[in-house]
């Protein structure tokens, strides 16, 4: 819950009017309270002791009064109406993890073993277990020495990543050094075009003071969050990283507190970034407010504490803070007392438990995603055919080359740059169908030129735009095509030898130098 604190900045009502109800309330409330606190006249002819023995309801009989809980539920009925909020509801197309950026500093002094067993293994498992704790977050890695390289784009697969993470050594790496500019320059690259802007993590032992300045521009400039893991605890190294304003400096640990807090800090990012999106809706948390409201008004049922008056105002302001459900009423359970369809069905999607989500959700959006989500493509793309948004068009695109059918996805993927021409995702999700449809084509007829051969047709695909990743895929009577993820996960040996290669002809080619 600590984590959610900062949040709070963004708090603010989505219906403010509703808050003149609350000092009108206190006003009310001070008024008769102070009128049934006051002492109450005794009778004449009587003394006055035997008057106060025989007096009922005294100042003293009763501290609490029916008013006080009347305008305590009125009060938070009212506040529950204006809409507290101080979150977004997240687009279900947008993955709710920040994308993150992971920067991995490769040079000699990375090798030394004052962290066991050396500063670059300890780096590398570090990696590993922040990829591993973001389960659906899209990551992508970058190393750098005296130059930087983009080693895997922004991927979901922890698989995909792992050969590539154990594979970084600075015997890959084309010049020694230590040029964090250039690798920062790369990341934000990286992150350019996702829907959400991301983090930036650099796992390294320090920071050279001729970089500070790019950073503190990048911060300046409200760049992605920066978030640092030092492997050296020096005084100089982290007095260089804790001196660009903004960022955040997280020195490693033996144990999982160092990991924990990285997914604390991107998981900020993606809040503020998504507080910052005025596309989408703020979630009104009313509902909070609206239960012990609820539960002040049981305590009417005790005879004395009636007041007809404010069943009117709570009646009011209940209109504000309740609403009806989307569908048809249900009964299946408890559940539907007290939660729309839709609302358990984002908490079974925020469970992780997709199929029930979808099973569960009325929200046509919600509803493909979550089927998407489950696996079950089919049904997906039968839902988001009858919506005419372009996140929907991309969903249905996504779900056709989940099972394959690639001439249907470039269709969709058109339709939503169609309907939303900045739409970035959808735009390079057409170029990777395409390829894929393309590559498809040019095996079939490869394959349908050498009737008569036996065995299996080696074909090289090269993906040097994708990464510079080439690989041998082996192809049979019907030929499975693979995924750019899948062709990266295909290259699992001899990983050094790959990268050493390819990070050679880019620092060739960004010498200018001829490449053969």
């Known amino acids: 819950m600590i984590e959610h604190l900062g949040d709070l900045q963004y708090f603010y009502f989505l219906r403010p009017w509703w808050l003149l109800l609350v000092p009108l309330a206190l006003t009310l409330w001070w008024r008769i309270r102070r009128r049934a606190m006051s002492p109450?006249?005794?009778?004449?002819?009587?003394?006055?002791?035997?008057?106060?023995?025989?007096?009922?309801?005294?100042?003293?009989?009763?501290?609490?009064?029916?008013?006080?809980?009347?305008?305590?539920?009125?009060?938070?009925?009212?506040?529950?109406?204006?809409?507290?909020?101080?979150?977004?509801?997240?687009?279900?197309?947008?993955?709710?993890?920040?994308?993150?950026a992971i920067v991995l500093k490769v040079s000699e002094s990375m090798l030394a073993g004052d962290v066991v067993p050396s500063r670059l293994e300890r780096a590398q498992q570090k990696i590993l277990d922040v990829i591993a704790a973001r389960a659906g977050g899209r990551t992508a890695l970058i190393a750098y020495a005296g130059t930087a390289h983009r080693v895997v784009p922004l991927t979901e697969d922890p698989a995909v990543l792992k050969p590539f993470v154990e594979?970084?050594?600075?015997?890959?790496?084309?010049?020694?050094?230590?040029?964090?500019?250039?690798?920062?320059?790369?990341?934000?690259?990286?992150?350019?075009?996702?829907?959400?802007?991301?983090?930036?993590?650099?796992v390294l032992d320090g920071l050279d003071r001729a970089d500070l300045a790019g950073f503190a521009q990048h911060t300046a400039a409200d760049g992605a969050g920066l978030v640092f893991l030092s492997l050296d605890g020096s005084g100089e190294a982290l007095s260089h990283l804790r001196s660009i304003e903004g960022a955040s400096v997280i020195e490693v640990t033996a144990n999982a507190a160092d990991v924990a807090e990285i997914g604390r800090q991107v998981a900020s990012a993606y809040r503020d970034a998504l507080a910052r999106d005025e596309n989408q809706r703020w979630d009104d948390r009313g509902w909070m407010l609206a239960w012990p409201a609820a539960l002040l008004v049981l305590l009417w049922f005790r005879r004395g504490w009636t007041m007809r008056w404010s069943l009117a105002v709570l009646a009011l302001t209940a209109t504000a803070t309740v609403t009806a459900p989307s569908g048809p009423a249900r009964a299946d359970g408890i559940a539907d007392w007290f939660l729309t369809p839709d609302q358990q069905g984002r908490l079974a999607y925020e469970s992780k438990d997709f199929s029930t989500a979808a099973d569960l959700f009325q929200d046509s959006l919600w509803r493909g995603q979550a089927l998407y989500k489950?696996?079950?493509?089919?049904?997906?793309?039968?839902?988001?055919?009858?919506?005419?948004?372009?996140?929907?068009?991309?969903?249905?695109?996504?779900?056709?080359?989940?099972?394959?059918?690639?001439?249907?996805g470039i269709t969709a993927f058109e339709a939503a740059l169609a309907r939303e021409p900045g739409h970035t995702a959808a735009a390079r999700n057409l170029?990777?169908?395409?390829?894929?449809?393309?590559?498809?084509?040019?095996?079939?007829?490869?394959?349908?030129?050498?009737?008569?051969?036996?065995?299996?047709?080696?074909?090289?695909?090269?993906?040097?735009?994708?990464?510079?990743?080439?690989?041998?895929?082996?192809?049979?009577?019907?030929?499975?095509?693979?995924?750019?993820e899948e062709w990266m996960r295909s290259v699992d040996t001899r990983t050094a030898d790959f990268l050493r290669s390819r990070f050679a002809l880019e620092a060739a080619r960004d010498r200018g130098q001829t490449v053969p």
Do not use: C
């Open 40 to 100: 109450t006249p005794l009778p004449g002819g009587l003394a006055p002791h035997l008057a106060a023995a025989l007096t009922v309801g005294g100042p003293r009989a009763r501290k609490l009064l029916a008013i006080d809980g009347a305008v305590a539920a009125i009060a938070l009925a009212a506040l529950a109406a204006a809409g507290p909020s101080w979150t977004r509801v997240p687009n279900p197309l947008v993955a709710q993890t920040a994308p993150l």
């Open 167 to 202: 594979g970084l050594g600075p015997d890959v790496m084309p010049q020694e050094g230590q040029n964090a500019t250039a690798a920062l320059a790369l990341a934000v690259e990286a992150l350019a075009g996702e829907a959400v802007p991301g983090a930036i993590l650099f």
């Open 374 to 408: 489950a696996g079950r493509y089919a049904e997906a793309v039968q839902v988001y055919a009858r919506l005419e948004s372009a996140e929907a068009a991309f969903g249905q695109g996504m779900a056709h080359l989940k099972i394959r059918e690639y001439r249907r």
């Open 431 to 484: 170029e990777i169908a395409r390829a894929i449809l393309a590559y498809i084509e040019r095996v079939r007829l490869q394959s349908d030129t050498r009737e008569g051969s036996e065995g299996a047709d080696d074909v090289v695909f090269d993906k040097e735009a994708e990464g510079g990743i080439e690989i041998e895929i082996t192809t049979e009577t019907e030929m499975r095509m693979q995924t750019a």
